[in-house]
C-alpha cells in the first residue's frame, strides 16, 4: 500500500510564502512524476507545477517565478516552496505522484488528501 502524507498548508498575508510537503509512504520500488495541483470550488483542479525523476520541471503560468518544485529522492518527498502568495493563490493543494511498488509492476498514480493553502489580510 502506498499513501501521500501532506502537510505546510496555513493561512497566510498577501506577499508571504509557505513550504507545502508531500511524501509518498509504503512500499515503493521507484516514483516517475511528482506534482501539485491545486482546486477551488468555483474551479476543476488544476496543475500548479510537475517535476519528472530526471529532467525540468514545469509551472503553470499563474506561478512562474513565484513557486518552486523540487523532491528530495531519498525521501521520496516533493515540497512546493511559495513565495510572494497572492488572494488567489488560496486553494486546497493536493500532491500527486506516478509510483510503482514492484521492478516488474505498474505505474499507479496516487493523490494526496490535500492541505488547505488561505492568502488572505
Known amino acids: 500500500q502506498v499513501r501521500l502524507v501532506e502537510s505546510g498548508g496555513d493561512l497566510v498575508q498577501p506577499g508571504g510564502s509557505l513550504r507545502l510537503s508531500c511524501a509518498a509512504q509504503?512500499?515503493?520500488?521507484?516514483?516517475?512524476?511528482m506534482a501539485w495541483y491545486r482546486q477551488t470550488p468555483e474551479k476543476q483542479r488544476e496543475l500548479v507545477a510537475v517535476?519528472?525523476?530526471?529532467?525540468?520541471?514545469n509551472y503553470a503560468d499563474s506561478v512562474k517565478g513565484r513557486f518552486t518544485i523540487s523532491r528530495d529522492n531519498a525521501k521520496n518527498t516533493v515540497y512546493l516552496q511559495m513565495n510572494n502568495l497572492k488572494p488567489e493563490d488560496t486553494a486546497v493543494y493536493y500532491c500527486?505522484?506516478?509510483?510503482?511498488?514492484?521492478?516488474?509492476?505498474?505505474?499507479?498514480?496516487?493523490w494526496g488528501q490535500g492541505t488547505q493553502v488561505t492568502v488572505s489580510s
Open positions: 517535476i519528472p525523476s530526471g529532467g525540468s520541471a
Open positions: 509504503g512500499i515503493i520500488f521507484s516514483i516517475n512524476t
Open positions: 500527486n505522484a506516478a509510483i510503482k511498488s514492484t521492478l516488474w509492476g505498474n505505474v499507479n498514480g496516487y
